[in-house]
């Protein structure tokens, strides 16, 4: 099957409307699999190319008021879209209708307020002369407020009556017209049908105050749902829109489209680097916390890699590019990013199946409600006051019964969720990865590179002379800087950082299976293991080597003819945030186990530093994935976190796998949450990512539900005959508001949460 491309749709205003497009969608000839987000307003779609193209789609759904927008390349981005720039536009046009309208509402909400406190007493009755005004002014404004304000409304009901479709538009159209109809009936014909009704009681003021809510919430929904997509605009934004490249010999500013694999761009202080590539010459340090959520800038020179995205510092240097465009680092990101925000949650299948058969369930609720009090409130009431209380619990039930809660809730709280973790180097692929890790109870991880640093470095120096302990560093690491073996490079490293000048080396002889012999300012010295030092006839505490080497470090003896200066040992270091993160996973309830294939008495010690719960040693990547199968066969649900390579089959088999990446090797294809930098604390923030974005969601589900649980019978009159409760149409336009803002503002509110 084709990998499936992501659309924007235009003119999507309820869950509804997702569940018309995708089951259109579905029908289509040529169309393999299609999956509408109302959340993130796109669609999700393969097609058999020979049979059907989104042109054809688009035209599909046109006339139900829908639109594809062909998707763009990434590379062409400069911070706002053209998608983006519509909906501003069509945000603004919403701002401008509501400010057009608030004060028609003002007015029609003070006549109500008046009308009701009359009849209470509270002051007195509206004179003739202003009765006469307002009942002539009232029409003029309701017919502004639906025919202009609430014009997708009306086309919402035409499309009902004639494709069959119904969406929220289509209850807000039926209830307001049939308000606006029965009140322009009355005023018509007012002393023909007196006899027959009261109509004194018109609806002009429900009309246009029911608009003014639904047209107000619309507005505030739309530009909350705007702020849960900043992580992608923030990501838009850092890609840079030029960049400065060597060509003839000549620095030449191009766009960024522009530039090719292998050319040589130049990078000035506080720059921003464009694409991918690796550092040629020059040297300054970049902060990559854009991409990676880790603080401190890293240093770059000659051989190391640079991403598109970070800033550039206080130095200057020349890179070749590698990689350009949507191959990218950040374009990649931006690309993962969208798509989690653009997936279902498992959870939301419950949410979606309901939202598909709401709109019919209730036009058919509001038709028997208006049924019901007339045929059987007639009688206690009379025709008149039991056709008023139906026209009110009618329109009341329509406007009330709001599907967009429920088809906010599940979505806008992932869009949020995948977007803070970006912003922390936490990248998930998409939303049912990010439920499951939050039931995870046991999480396996790697040893080297994820508990470990994954490479060697200088533990410790037990200094045998009376030189300094630099001293010694800075004479051994003169000969080791000539070779090119880890350990070797662990010990200049660790010189290199602690900024020591290396004395020059001379002599250099390799000494065969034990180490090397050389001379620094005229005195000799031998360099290698404890089969050296015992060729000089030194002393060497061998058991202390022995128990050392038990825990995975590496004896480096430095010595002269006549005596042992210095044991330096060499290991690969366990990760400084390894036993805190540790820690915090058990206080969440989660259990740590370490698979490696490295010996058991290293992998023991390790885990012992890092607080790990069990050990299993020495296994191949088929032990690991039988490890794993183990444990889901018992019921476990198992996070496993490795560097995404050799690990890979045990990442797949895992409910969640976590790849770690570091610096430019980001496989973020290869797991279903990649942690940027490498970082095992990361692991700790993407389960409390999950368990936060979870509990948002439930919550989100829970108020969707109790509203309408709620709602729809208050609306209906179902309370009356008990407690005299009948819930005005106005006041149902308020709830109705209310509740998809109030699901959009709790699923921001994850962003203010720290992981």
Request: with cysteine; net charge neutral.
């Amino acid at each position: 099957m084709p990998s499936p491309t992501t659309y924007k749709i235009k003119g999507m205003h309820c869950a509804s409307c997702a569940g018309i497009i995708e089951k259109t969608f579905k029908k289509a000839d040529g169309v393999l699999s299609a999956e509408v987000n109302y959340g993130t307003e796109a669609a999700k779609i393969s097609i058999d190319s020979s049979k059907t193209s989104p042109e054809k789609l688009s035209r599909l759904i046109e006339p139900l008021g829908y639109s594809l927008l062909m998707p763009e390349d990434h590379s062409a981005h400069t911070g706002m879209n053209q998608s983006k720039m519509e909906k501003m536009m069509e945000i603004d046009e919403m701002r401008n209708k509501v400010i057009s309208i608030i004060p028609l509402a003002v007015i029609s909400i003070f006549v109500m307020g008046w009308d009701i406190a009359a009849q209470f007493g509270v002051v007195p009755a509206m004179t003739l002369i202003w009765k006469e005004f307002f009942h002539h002014l009232l029409p003029l404004f309701a017919t502004y407020a639906l025919f202009v304000v609430g014009k997708p409304y009306l086309l919402g009901f035409y499309r009902f009556l004639r494709y069959g479709k119904a969406n929220m538009d289509t209850l807000i159209g039926i209830g307001t017209s049939a308000a606006y109809l029965y009140s322009f009936t009355i005023g018509a014909f007012e002393e023909t049908l007196r006899p027959y009704m009261n109509v004194d009681q018109s609806y002009f003021d429900v009309t246009i105050v029911v608009i003014t809510f639904i047209a107000l919430g619309k507005y505030l929904e739309a530009n909350s749902k705007r702020k849960t997509g900043d992580a992608i605009e923030k990501l838009l934004n850092l890609q840079a829109k030029t960049a400065l490249v060597v060509r003839d010999g000549k620095e030449v500013e191009i766009a960024i489209e522009q530039v090719v694999h292998g050319d040589i761009i130049v990078i000035k202080p506080a720059g921003r680097i464009p694409v991918d590539g690796i550092v040629i010459d020059g040297e300054s340090y970049v902060d990559e916390a854009v991409v990676t959520g880790e603080p401190m800038p890293v240093k770059k020179s000659a051989g190391t890699g640079v991403v598109s995205g970070t800033m550039n510092t206080d130095g200057s240097f020349t890179f070749r590019a590698t990689k350009v465009g949507s191959e990218t680092m950040l374009a990649r990101i931006i690309t993962m990013v969208e798509e989690a925000q653009g997936s279902r949650a498992p959870i939301q299948a419950m949410a979606d199946k309901i939202s598909s058969v709401f709109v019919p369930v209730v036009l058919v609720v509001a038709f028997v409600t208006l049924a019901a009090w007339l045929l059987i409130g007639s009688g206690p009431l009379g025709f008149a006051k039991a056709l008023s209380f139906g026209l009110t619990s009618f329109v009341g039930v329509l406007v009330i019964a709001c599907p967009c809660a429920l088809g906010l809730a599940t979505p806008t709280a992932i869009i949020v969720g995948v977007g803070k973790g970006a912003k922390e180097g936490i990248l998930i692929k998409d939303a049912a990865t990010l439920e499951k890790l939050h039931k995870a109870d046991t999480l396996l991880v790697d040893k080297t590179g994820t508990v470990t640093k994954g490479k060697p470095e200088l533990v410790s120096i037990r200094n045998l002379s009376d030189k300094s302990d630099d001293d010694l560093v800075a004479i051994l690491a003169a000969f080791e800087k000539k070779s090119e073996h880890p350990i070797a490079h662990a010990i200049v490293t660790y010189a290199s950082e602690k900024g020591l000048t290396l004395p020059s080396a001379e002599r250099f002889e390799a000494v065969k299976g034990m180490g090397l012999k050389g001379a620094v300012a005229g005195s000799e010295y031998f360099i290698g293991n404890a089969a050296l030092i015992a060729s000089l006839k030194l002393h060497v505490d061998v058991s202390s080597l022995e128990r050392e080497a038990s825990e995975g470090k590496t004896p480096v003896m430095l010595a002269t003819r006549e005596k042992l200066l210095g044991v330096f040992m060499v290991a690969d270091a366990i990760k400084p945030e390894a036993a805190a993160a540790v820690a915090q996973l058990h206080k969440m309830g989660i259990k740590v186990i370490m698979l490696t294939g490295d010996n058991r008495n290293t992998a023991a010690f390790i885990a012992k530093q890092a607080g790990i719960d069990e050990v299993v040693a020495e296994v191949l990547p088929e032990g690991k994935l039988d490890k794993i199968k183990e444990l889901q066969a018992t019921g476990h649900v198992v996070a496993m976190a490795g560097d995404g390579v050799n690990d890979s089959p045990a990442l797949a088999q895992a409910d969640v796998g976590l790849a770690m990446a570091t610096g430019t090797d980001v496989a973020i294809e290869s797991a279903g949450i990649t942690l940027l930098h490498g970082d095992v604390s990361k692991i700790v923030k993407a389960v409390r990512l999950s368990k936060l974005t979870m509990r948002g969601i439930k919550q989100n589900l829970f108020w969707a539900f109790f509203y309408n649980i709620v709602g729809i019978p208050l609306a209906a009159g179902l309370f009356y005959p008990v407690f005299g409760w009948l819930l005005s149409p106005v006041f149902a336009g308020m709830a109705m508001a209310f509740s998809s803002v109030s699901v959009v503002g709790n699923s921001l509110r994850l962003k203010t949460k720290k992981l």
